[in-house]
């Protein structure tokens, strides 16, 4: 059975969907997704660190048990 942040999570991006023009603006998008993730806050033993990549605004986020060999960047 999904958790009720996740059926919210479904139902703000079928919304989302709906809504749509034929102009795509990304800083709404960023936005939406900043808002998204407010409902699944990073769990305390989750290091994230900012970072700049080639001049773009990042974020290294280091969890446990994560394989060394496949990082994960977030660029803003």
Not at 51 to 67: D, H, L, M, Y
Request: with cysteine.
């Amino acid at each position: 059975m999904p958790s009720q942040e996740s059926i919210m999570v479904k139902q703000m991006l079928k919304a989302s969907l709906t809504n749509q023009t034929q102009e795509f603006n990304l800083e709404a998008a960023r936005q939406g997704l900043e808002a998204l993730s407010a409902f699944t806050p990073v769990a305390p033993d989750v290091k994230v660190e900012k970072i700049t990549v080639e001049g773009i605004p990042s974020e290294w986020v280091t969890a446990p048990n994560a394989k060394e060999d496949h990082p994960s960047i977030c660029c803003e």
